[in-house]
């Protein structure tokens, strides 16, 4: 059992934390942002800053251009990079394309890759992850997908409707899944800029962190060619596991950057402003809060950290990760609404980033799977574990 | 005991829920509303429509053209305009002209009424009620004042910034909380377009269903006339509880009706919305956020009902209604919150009215007192009144 | 709306107040206490000074030699009777008499009433309901009664075997639920003495504040004339609703009674124990709890007024006994756990009643109906309502 | 980063899970327990198994007889131990001798270790730890220490009042906290069997699971000479938190075993007890509480195992034990909470062994320092913090 974290890794933490503070944060209030998110202008001068400092998608391979990162590594970097709201952003660790450039290098074929992974390692393209449908297609469960995919020659016809796809105006290229003929899933690779793509409009959303907001995608006969199938035909459930599981951790982390962040403000605020004769942290209605906070962001790291160390095992790591993601979204949650409650007036209007991390973070209970589905998956792998160990049990005696 | 609401009750309730469907919700998506609340414009479109139904100010005084509701009343019609956020701007009842009005009916002299209070019960003017200040100044703690009246002749001058001064923007009139020379308050009356009172800006905030949002004031030697004292001098203190304590209750009822709002909401997305083989109302984790919404919503109508009653009969209610504000914007914020989730992605971006919902009501745990104060002013009070028993029992033994 | 008491009810509040001060409270260190419960000497002194003070079984009709009290009426009566936990069964209105007085009126002949009933509305007797059976059999789900009554002649032979029964030993007669040979479900009435019928042991439970604490029964071809059927037969299930949702109900209102007893030993001790320089209740930490707890006991005070009020107006009252039922068992356990920790060491130990009453208080969160199992129902109702008022609109569109 | 157990430990604890179930839980409804708890022969036997199975104080140095295990190790150990409310007196490592052992092996003398310390490592013997006062003295606040040492030639004469003294009947030695005539306090040791000193009464508490209860103890001018003074004179409060840190932290080991019963008992039943058509595991709302005891167990387990690296790094670990302390009870809780409520009534009867763990349980919560006074050390250690950094950033600029 060791918890330390290398001096290599301690470094890079150092790193992270300075550029964030000395190279983003000074970013947050510049007008090149909207409703929808950043723009891709302020993106791309973000992203420079990344690349100028070294940390820029450190988590592609080496052979891609990243650092290469484990989990763990990740888990440290990712929580410093999301201590700004626009910290991913430079970093080109977002969702959905940290997901997504995860996917490509563990499924794409070579050409794939060089055609649509190394521009966006190099954070020069964006790409949007479309499964998500409006009712009554694909939304908490999977199994109802409704875009489909048919065979036309050797290529593929894909007709539906996505929303609330993340990042869709803007980007570059798409990962579609649909539903092919025999009720199995296929993922499809496509460029975003085909007439047979049309981004109906933008959701107005609480969050405004994402560029490119979120999307409603219409595919009318887009022809795939076969060469554009991301991995093989008919794993797309699969696939969308590999994606998952790795890519929940990762909005772990970042959120824990910004949960801190809002605690860290309340921290402050609470240290300096008076009322009823003394600070008000030293009220103990407000200091139990900061206790809470502090008890919360700790037991969110603690079980990103042991959820990573799994995944560098070789883990898959399905249940851990929806236990992980399940206490991190409700516990940074708490911190952030604390927070809020701890800075009052201040904590509603701009005064401080809380508002606005009160804002994006709402939505993270919900997407990758709400609370309410993860905790029902992980109650039937608890008693199927039960049923097996009294099998085992059983059988043994 | 009596439960049960008057014939003339039941009929006014449900005027107010069809003005409510058929001529305010129809006007929700109206483009005069920006991040700072509903124009001016649309704020006068809605009152005309109000005034045609009958439905205008209505907890105004007969004699100036209300309804002459009394609490009980409120509680009822309140709540059923609340299911629109435009309701309360519509009949004239939202923050803080409601309880302005009420405070200039129960302490301003006939010439103030005449000047102030009329055209606003009419619906014409607007007004806004100066008291919080930036640190170090008045916020949660009132005695912290630093906003000054001196006395010059006949006149007071009024020095000082306040902010989180809701509906400021447009504002006809203002109501200045100021520290006299002797450390005890007063309440000044001022029309709004003087050269001295600068709106020096308007604050970004989580709401946008106020008119006129929430500005900062600057006041630089004001002058104001004996004559427009609210009250008598050095009594602000006192009348700002006159003001609250009804307030604190008017705002749980409006609330409590968005609330409802969306809690019904995500009860027809949920009736409808297939996943895992069946509706979502019907999975147990879902249905039990819709039985705890009514409970929550149930609670928090009936300490509202239960504090309105004790107005009614005379009592000044400061205990009682810290507790329905904490009871009813706690419970008012879980209902909310829980509708998000059971909405998904429908409760994180503007598909419902839900969205907005949350953005307008987190506030509510904050303004007129933070949960926190009013929890500590009711253990003051229970240990008091321990005390006085004690005393009582001893005395008699 | 009317929150008043009658002035008789006042005065018949403080009546039983003062007597459960100065007759049943010094009680309470009586040794004829077992983990089992009272003995039944006790029981019947305690009996005695109800009847001398004019409170005995007061529930029951004047008719029966009761005080007839209405559902509203109970409520006042009945949480000042809980304020000890030896109330309830002094005063003859402790569970299951309680219900099954309810019941008998509600529904034996006048024959039944006068064999059973009136000798225990006298409280010279005792009874028990024989319902819940061990797995596989009735439990929260009572459609899996696996007790059967099969026709012989003019009699039925009873056999199965039910537990958590309350009050079984010593019972004078006993209520027994039983299966047709048709599905449908029959109650029947029996003396207990009688060798058919078996206690095969007395559980070890939490609580120890019920006369005969909670038996296992066999029962084995007990005969049971057709006379001796309690009501008709084959409306087992219909009687079932008709004392469970008063009975659930005066559950909430003998158990605030001990809620507030917690409450207010706490409220003394923290009031009086100095720590870090001040009383314990001068930290907000622990204000904090004074606060929650009194807005926990007024919010399951009201909702049982308004069941009650509800009764009273000769509605069932199902949904809303179960929304009592969840708010008051889950309210008034806060207030004792939240006292508990207020008292710290006293509260874990006899110095105080607080321990006691949190031991015997545990179990109110499951009996009559889990929290689960209600809150289960309550969305099904909910969804049933809301499509039949959509229906309704469509059908008047 | 490093989350894995050494083969060795893994290797320990199956041993230590085989014998708690095979030696220990078959002894659980031994007749000799009482409410205060299991008797010195029941103890004595259950120390002979865990002798014969090499897993007597396992916790002791090797010099002394035990294992010498690091605070990881015991982390491991002691919950496997905690599984059976028998196991901890069995491994002789339940409170408070388990504490005393470290605090003497840091401490104590070595004649003081010969004379004491031996024979308890040994298991031949028991101590217990005097601090606790009743009102006005030492509770929550240690500062308030009422009982005194007074000089009186080379020896110390003490004399006071101690309370909650867990394990004093039959205990052998004791440690008692004194306040010395300049205020600070000491700690001294005495055999028990000395006429001045008086078990005044064993205390009924909710818990059973201690061998000796708890007593009050009444010390009478009490001889102690100068060379049974434990550690230096005027260092109580020191030695008072070499004690407390690391025994916080074996309580949240040896309960999060007893809180994995719970929940496997719980995962058990649910599984196999069928309602309303299915296993009661296969609901919603009973899955979703399995879920949450998972996410609390393993949240109850990273936290003891990072404090517990803490410790065998060298660390104080102060603030992390206190976190740790608060972030356990509460969590190992509610574990239990939701246990009780799955079993329904079995959860609340003696049927299953979690009515016995719900009742042991409770007191956590509130000793070695409620969460209340933990939470406000901790807030103002945040805010020391924050100002240190606050300082240092403002040296260095």
């Given at each position: 059992?060791?918890?330390?974290?290398?001096?290599?890794?301690?470094?890079?933490q150092?790193?992270?934390?300075?550029?964030?503070a000395?190279q983003?944060?000074?970013?947050?209030?510049?007008?090149?942002?909207?409703?929808?998110?950043?723009?891709?202008?302020?993106?791309?001068?973000?992203?420079?800053?990344?690349?100028?400092?070294?940390?820029l998608?450190?988590?592609?391979?080496?052979?891609?251009?990243?650092?290469?990162?484990?989990?763990i590594?990740k888990?440290?970097?990712?929580?410093?990079?999301?201590?700004?709201?626009?910290?991913?952003?430079?970093?080109?660790?977002?969702?959905?394309?940290?997901?997504?450039?995860?996917?490509?290098?563990?499924?794409?074929?070579?050409a794939?890759?060089?055609?649509?992974?190394?521009?966006?390692?190099?954070g020069?393209?964006?790409?949007?992850?479309?499964?998500?449908?409006?009712?009554?297609?694909?939304?908490?469960?999977?199994?109802?997908?409704?875009?489909?995919?048919?065979?036309?020659?050797?290529?593929?016809?894909?007709?539906?409707?996505?929303?609330?796809?993340?990042?869709?105006?803007?980007?570059?290229?798409?990962?579609?899944?649909?539903?092919?003929?025999?009720?199995?899933?296929?993922?499809?690779?496509?460029?975003?800029?085909?007439?047979e793509?049309?981004?109906?409009?933008?959701?107005?959303?609480?969050?405004?962190?994402?560029?490119?907001?979120?999307?409603v995608?219409?595919?009318?006969?887009?022809?795939?060619?076969?060469?554009d199938?991301?991995?093989?035909?008919?794993?797309?459930?699969?696939?969308?596991?590999?994606?998952?599981?790795?890519?929940?951790?990762?909005?772990?982390?970042?959120?824990?950057?910004q949960?801190?962040?809002?605690?860290?403000?309340?921290?402050?605020?609470?240290?300096?402003?008076?009322?009823?004769?003394?600070?008000?942290?030293?009220?103990?209605?407000?200091?139990?809060?900061?206790?809470?906070?502090?008890?919360?962001?700790?037991?969110?790291?603690?079980?990103?950290?042991?959820?990573?160390?799994?995944?560098d095992?070789?883990?898959?790591?399905?249940?851990?990760?929806?236990?992980?993601?399940?206490?991190?979204?409700?516990?940074?949650?708490?911190?952030?609404?604390?927070?809020?409650?701890?800075?009052?007036?201040?904590?509603?209007?701009?005064?401080?980033?809380?508002?606005?991390?009160?804002?994006?973070?709402?939505?993270?209970?919900?997407?990758?799977?709400?609370?309410?589905?993860?905790?029902?998956?992980?109650?039937?792998?608890?008693v199927?574990?039960?049923?097996?160990a009294?099998?085992?049990?059983?059988?043994?005696?």
């Amino acid at each position: 059992m060791d918890f330390s974290l290398s001096p290599e890794l301690r470094e890079l933490q150092g790193r992270t934390r300075r550029f964030i503070a000395e190279q983003v944060i000074p970013m947050e209030r510049d007008p090149r942002q909207s409703a929808h998110g950043p723009s891709e202008e302020l993106r791309r001068e973000l992203v420079q800053r990344a690349r100028a400092a070294g940390l820029l998608t450190p988590h592609a391979s080496r052979d891609m251009g990243g650092l290469g990162l484990t989990h763990i590594e990740k888990a440290v970097v990712f929580e410093e990079a999301g201590y700004s709201w626009l910290g991913p952003t430079a970093m080109n660790i977002h969702a959905p394309d940290e997901g997504n450039i995860h996917l490509m290098e563990e499924v794409a074929t070579h050409a794939q890759k060089e055609r649509w992974l190394r521009p966006q390692v190099e954070g020069k393209t964006r790409s949007c992850f479309a499964m998500t449908e409006p009712s009554p297609g694909a939304g908490a469960d999977p199994s109802m997908l409704a875009t489909t995919a048919t065979r036309d020659g050797d290529d593929y016809l894909i007709n539906g409707v996505k929303w609330f796809i993340t990042g869709a105006e803007g980007a570059d290229y798409v990962i579609i899944m649909a539903r092919m003929e025999d009720g199995s899933a296929t993922m499809f690779l496509s460029d975003m800029d085909r007439p047979e793509i049309v981004l109906e409009r933008s959701m107005d959303a609480m969050d405004s962190c994402f560029t490119g907001g979120h999307g409603v995608l219409r595919f009318t006969n887009l022809r795939v060619p076969a060469s554009d199938v991301l991995g093989e035909v008919g794993k797309g459930f699969r696939y969308a596991q590999v994606r998952l599981a790795p890519a929940r951790l990762t909005h772990c982390m970042r959120w824990l950057g910004q949960a801190r962040r809002a605690h860290e403000t309340a921290l402050e605020y609470t240290r300096k402003r008076q009322a009823f004769g003394k600070p008000l942290a030293e009220h103990e209605g407000v200091g139990f809060m900061l206790a809470d906070n502090d008890m919360d962001l700790h037991t969110a790291r603690l079980n990103i950290w042991h959820t990573a160390w799994l995944l560098d095992q070789g883990e898959k790591g399905n249940y851990e990760s929806s236990r992980a993601k399940v206490i991190c979204s409700e516990a940074e949650w708490r911190v952030v609404d604390r927070s809020v409650q701890m800075l009052g007036g201040q904590g509603v209007t701009g005064e401080t980033p809380v508002m606005r991390i009160f804002s994006d973070m709402r939505a993270f209970r919900i997407y990758d799977g709400p609370s309410e589905v993860h905790r029902w998956s992980m109650a039937r792998k608890l008693v199927h574990m039960a049923e097996k160990a009294h099998a085992a049990a059983e059988a043994s005696a």
